[in-house]
Each structure stands twice: as structure tokens, then as C-alpha cells.
Nanobody, 115 residues
Framework: QVQLVESGGGLVQPGGSLRLSCVAS????????MGWYRQAPGKQRESVAR???????YYADSVKGRFTISRDTAKSTVYLQMNSLKPEDTAVYYC?????????WGHGTQVTVSS
């Protein structure tokens, strides 16, 4: 059974930093991309960052220059380094693994940016 577990969320002041981690367990084959999504109250889920199998990365315009996605294949982990956080970054953040056959999702970790 495949399981994704996010961690690293919390309460941080504007301008602060957090590093989110997502650890995957179980058998996952033919990974095409890994990514982070977020959903704020009353808003649609949106893509924040993605990293493709060959290493290309993509970011939402709202987070470019502030967030960095990375992965550690040996540890089956994908990370999201978030710097210069703003109140509008407040959301539940979900990790995703996209394969040729399935999509897998974690249960999310809360990020709150507030003074």
C-alpha cells in the first residue's frame, strides 16, 4: 500500500521560513513527477511546485524566487523549502506523486503565516 506523509508545517511569522517534507512508502513505479499543492480556505487547490523525472522544475508565479522543490530518491522524499513567507501562503500543503498509472496524495500539513 502506498502512503505519503507530509511534515514540517506550522505557524511562522511573515518573512520566516519552513521546510516541508513528504516521505513515500510502498511500491511506486514509473514516477513522472512529484509536486506540492496547496489549498487555502474557500479557494481552489493550486499547484505550487513540481519536479519532473528528469529534474526540470516549475513554480507558480506567486512563489517563484521564494520556494524551492527538491527530492532525495534514496530516502523516497520530496521537499519544499519555503522562504520569505507571506500571509497569503497560508494553506494546507499536499504532496503528490504522479506516475504513468496513478496519482498519490498525502493528507496535508498546515502552514500558517501570521504575525
Amino acid at each position: 500500500q502506498v502512503q505519503l506523509v507530509e511534515s514540517g508545517g506550522g505557524l511562522v511569522q511573515p518573512g520566516g521560513s519552513l521546510r516541508l517534507s513528504c516521505v513515500a512508502s510502498g511500491s511506486i513505479f514509473s514516477i513522472n513527477a512529484m509536486g506540492w499543492y496547496r489549498q487555502a480556505p474557500g479557494k481552489q487547490r493550486e499547484s505550487v511546485a513540481r519536479i519532473l523525472v528528469r529534474g526540470s522544475t516549475y513554480y507558480a508565479d506567486s512563489v517563484k524566487g521564494r520556494f524551492t522543490i527538491s527530492r532525495d530518491t534514496a530516502k523516497s522524499t520530496v521537499y519544499l523549502q519555503m522562504n520569505s513567507l507571506k500571509p497569503e501562503d497560508t494553506a494546507v500543503y499536499y504532496c503528490n506523486i504522479h506516475t504513468s498509472f496513478d496519482d498519490y496524495w498525502g493528507h496535508g500539513t498546515q502552514v500558517t503565516v501570521s504575525s
